[in-house]
Nanobody, 117 residues
Framework: QVQLVEFGGGLVQPGGSLRLSCVAS????????MSWYRQAAGKERDLVAR???????NYLDSVKGRFTISRDNAKNTVYLQMNSLTPEDTAVYYC???????????WGQGTQVTVSS
């Protein structure tokens, strides 16, 4: 079955960096669009970054220039490099796969990112 497992969350000081990883299995990774979402306490889940099978990317405006999404199809892994973190980036970060050709969505369990001094 489809599995998405996120790694790399934690506590970081403002201005710091983290790299999240999401390891996928159970589907053809190279054909899927992969996304990172985040959900802060009491708020809706928002799309942070997305990368297609052709490596086209898009980002939430507030993270442009600070976050970078990338993928390694040989490792079935999608990454989110997060730089210049602020307390407003504190949230649970989720990985999502949108598989091809039917567009089914699958979610990881989430990883907590806390930005605090």
């Amino acid at each position: 079955q489809v599995q998405l497992v996120e790694f790399g969350g934690g506590l970081v000081q403002p201005g710091g960096s983290l790299r999240l990883s999401c390891v996928a299995s159970g589907f053809i990774f190279s054909s899927a669009a992969m996304s990172w979402y985040r959900q802060a306490a009491g708020k809706e889940r928002d799309l942070v970054a997305r990368i297609t099978s052709t490596h086209s990317t898009n980002y939430l405006d507030s993270v442009k220039g600070r976050f970078t999404i990338s993928r390694d199809n040989a490792k079935n892994t999608v990454y989110l490099q997060m730089n210049s973190l602020t307390p407003e980036d504190t949230a649970v970060y989720y990985c999502k796969a949108t598989t091809w050709p039917f567009g089914n969505d699958y979610w990881g369990q989430g990883t907590q990112v806390t930005v605090s001094s």
